[in-house]
């Protein structure tokens, strides 16, 4: 049994001491919390995979969907540029970070739900709805 953290009080202030053996309680918890995956659900194809927590979510999407079962691989710049990656978040959490082209994703796309792949950090499960996108390297040839 682990000992309980200790109160050490002064006038001023309060100071907890933690023994080794809670601190490596506390981080073996938080790893464990760290490496969960999640549930992702991709629609309209109803395939699930499982991507870990704080991953980027386009990785995922490489590492187990695109380029498999008939699939093309991912044809995108993976960085915000192009707008390939926009999905519909019908469900779940992520971190979306803010640096990329705003004619990738429109503010009102993105207040309506919708997201870069290649900006999205996992938080929990989730379902995405993938639209239907034409190869940007295809679109740049015809022009
Ligand atoms: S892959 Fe180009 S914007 Fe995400």
Known sequence: MNPAPSNKTCSSH???????????????????????DYEV???????TIRIPHGAQLLKGLRDHYYGRDGRGAFPGC???GCGY?????????????????KGALKDD???????????????SDMVIWLLPQENPFLRWRRK
């Open 85 to 101: 990656c926009k999905a519909s978040l019908v469900k779940g959490s992520i971190d979306h970070k803010s640096t990329y082209s």
């Open 41 to 47: 659900r991709i629609e309209p194809d109803g395939v």
């Open 78 to 80: 993976r960085s915000g």
């Open 109 to 123: 796309e993105r207040e309506h739900g919708y997201i870069l792949m290649c900006q999205s950090y996992v938080l």
């Open 14 to 36: 309060t100071e907890v001491v933690l023994s080794e053996d809670v601190r490596q309680e506390n981080d073996t918890h938080q790893n464990e919390v760290r490496h969960e």
